[in-house]
């Protein structure tokens, strides 16, 4: 009996024991999980694993969009068409005296809107600075945890741009305040380092405190010289090294530049046959080559095909109508098919490049589709 019973008890003790062991492994198994998603949240950028906090829009000026060129813009209104250059550096000016803020991509502007700078006894100090830090959800460490939407900070003692009120004149204790809509825009677009110039008309030329459709500074904020003429025509591409490229036509000047990187690396003069004809904004992209391209006879080459990127549904003027109302200089074109390739966007606008540009444009931006032969 007492045999016996030690075996049952025996038996016993050894299924509490392994049921115990598999408690233990039981245990951290289904802990794991869980800890593996703690890790995972400790290791994902804020936002992920969860939705994003929305910044507060009460505090700010939403802003409206328009389509006309930036000192036309009221207060509260913003430029907003990245499409006219998708790729390249970007750069932007804030002008003081003008209280607009405009952004450059790849040499030629992308967006611009009105903004309110330091008041009295809080300027906004001038000079060539880098986004030091980004936060879409800052409040002011300074004043009150006012909130600072989109803020992307310029200097470590307070100055950054964000979202906020724009009454039409300076107002701020140092900040460059932009409407809600454009700062977010701008905020997705940007990254840390980019290079910020705060101009005015003491410590900066005419053509940075008033900037105009094409970038006065380079990406690092140094101001940009435009290539030497050689018979009105200019053409350096040694300037910049391989990279995007944007073409654009200004009718009112009657230039075509040529930037590569960021930085112009030609222009020329052309001729307009009607020369009353007022020219919408145009945007145009370069496509990949299909292989069922016609070839053009004069150089042997495949004819390149162009397609919208304004993403209008009604086109009223195919590609090749469009270019075939410009006379350009054959060697320009000649040199300027050596940079053009897939990706390159050509934008036709009316206003002027340079800041002298009065021009409003139109509501419609009209653009292109690759329905027809186009020059290079």
């Known amino acids: ?63 409206t969009a328009k389509m006309a060129v930036p000192n036309k813009l009221k207060a509260g209104e913003y430029l907003w068409v990245p499409e006219v250059s998708p790729r390249g550096p970007i750069v932007m000016v804030v002008s003081l005296p003008e209280q607009l803020v405009y952004v450059y991509r790849n040499g030629v502007i992308i967006g611009a809107a009105t903004a309110s700078t330091g008041k009295k006894g809080h300027r906004t100090p001038t000079g060539v600075f880098t986004i030091l830090q980004k936060n879409e959800d800052h409040y002011s460490n300074l004043y009150n ?29 140092g900040c460059v305040r932009l409407p809600y809509e454009f700062a977010r825009k701008l905020f997705a677009e940007t990254k840390t380092g980019l290079t910020v110039v705060v101009s005015d008309e003491k410590l900066f030329p005419d053509s940075v405190a008033h900037p105009g459709l094409v970038a006065p500074v380079s990406a690092n904020g140094t101001s940009v010289n435009a290539p030497s003429l050689v018979n009105g025509i200019a053409w350096q591409p040694d300037a910049a090294p391989p990279g995007p490229v944007t073409i654009l036509l200004t009718n009112e000047d009657q230039r075509i530049r040529v930037f590569r990187n960021g930085v112009e690396i030609g222009h020329a003069p052309f001729t307009l046959m009607d020369r009353h004809r007022k020219i919408t904004l145009h945007v145009l992209t370069r496509l990949e080559p299909s292989g069922a391209e016609p070839t053009d006879p004069a150089t042997g080459r495949p004819i390149p095909r162009w397609l919208e990127v304004s993403g209008k549904e009604e086109n009223t003027v195919s590609t090749a109508e469009l270019l075939a109302t410009f006379t350009i200089p054959s060697e320009f074109l000649t040199d300027l098919a050596t940079v053009v390739e897939a990706g390159t966007t050509l934008v036709i606008t009316q206003p002027a490049a340079s800041a002298s540009a009065r021009t409003t444009l139109t509501n419609d931006v009209v653009a292109i589709a690759a329905d027809g032969p186009a020059r290079n």
Not at 145 to 173: E, F, N
Request: hydrophobic letters at 45%.
């Open 1 to 63: 009996m007492q045999h016996g019973r030690a075996s049952e008890l025996t038996a016993v003790d050894a299924r509490s024991v392994a049921k115990e062991s598999v408690t233990r492994i039981v245990r951290p198994m289904k802990l794991l999980p869980a800890l593996l998603a703690g890790f995972a949240l400790l290791q994902a950028p804020p936002g992920i694993g969860a939705a994003a906090k929305v910044p507060p829009k009460h505090t700010s000026t939403l802003g």
């Open 145 to 173: 945890a006012a909130p600072m939407p989109y803020m992307q900070r310029l200097t470590w003692d307070g100055i950054a741009i964000h979202a906020g009120r724009l009454p039409g004149y300076p107002a701020s204790h």
